[in-house]
């Protein structure tokens, strides 16, 4: 059953301090995105590539905020440094570009708490 | 600026009733519009969509509306069950290849 793989589940970490999470999507997909997911903003979209080449990240604070995909089975985004109002849900989501939309697969989610 | 809302941030239901989420859009120019439930502790889940050339799709037990008249969604469920209980985005496509705008989210709960 295919899915997308993120990790770690749960992070804790201090102000200032480097937070990286992964994801894995689903093999075939060739669109990743990031959200964030808080009580007051709801879903937020952070980036988002297609071919591995970034097409979007305006949602994203650029001076902390970095994301990447290495390769095609491997999406991180990164923090640094971390502040407390980073705290939230971060998921990522994979997809197939395609004429008639596009329905996206997310993974679990990273749950991150910055002291 | 353009987002995607829902009516009612909660909805409470008795189980076998059925239930009515409702969403408001303000993009005109959207043409894709997708309905995910999320269950505590995990990512949003793909429920059923459906495209502006459409006004009407059905899936198991799930009813997409769309009226682009008035920019209005809505996500009807037959015979709701417990394990309906989740939050449920709306969720528009402004044109292929564009990332998903997400709306707030409405808290359906059901009780036996």
């Known amino acids: 059953d295919a899915r997308v793989t993120q990790t770690p589940r749960h992070k804790v970490t201090e102000m200032g301090q480097e937070v990286t999470m992964r994801c894995q999507p689903i093999?075939?997909?060739?669109?990743v995105f990031w959200y964030r997911q808080t009580m007051m903003q709801g879903l937020e979209l952070l980036a988002y590539?297609?071919?591995?080449?970034?097409?979007?990240d305006s949602g994203m604070p650029k001076d902390r905020f970095s994301a990447e995909m290495p390769d095609a089975t491997l999406a991180t985004l990164k923090i640094q440094p971390s502040e407390p109002r980073d705290s939230a849900v971060y998921f990522c989501?994979?997809?197939?570009?395609?004429?008639?939309?596009?329905?996206?697969?997310f993974g679990s989610g990273t749950q991150l708490s910055v002291l | 600026g353009e987002s995607v809302g829902l009516h009612l941030p909660t909805l409470s239901v008795q189980e076998g009733d059925n239930s009515i989420i409702n969403c408001a859009y303000s993009?005109?120019?959207?043409?894709?519009f997708i309905w995910y439930k999320q269950e505590s502790g995990k990512g949003p889940q793909f429920i059923i969509d459906?495209?502006?050339?459409?006004d009407k799709r059905q899936g198991q037990r799930v009813t997409v509306l769309l009226n682009k008249t008035v920019k209005h969604l809505s996500l009807q469920i037959a015979a709701t069950q417990p394990g309906d209980s989740a939050v449920y985005f709306c969720?528009?496509?402004?044109?292929?290849?564009?990332?998903?705008?997400f709306g707030k989210g409405t808290t359906l709960s059901v009780s036996s």
């Open positions: 093999l075939g997909h060739n669109t």
């Open positions: 459906i495209r502006s050339n459409m």
């Open positions: 989501a994979s997809g197939r570009t395609g004429t008639l939309g596009e329905k996206l697969f």
């Open positions: 590539f297609r071919n591995r080449a970034p097409l979007d």
């Open positions: 993009n005109s120019a959207s043409d894709y």
């Open positions: 969720a528009e496509n402004m044109q292929a290849g564009t990332a998903l705008i």
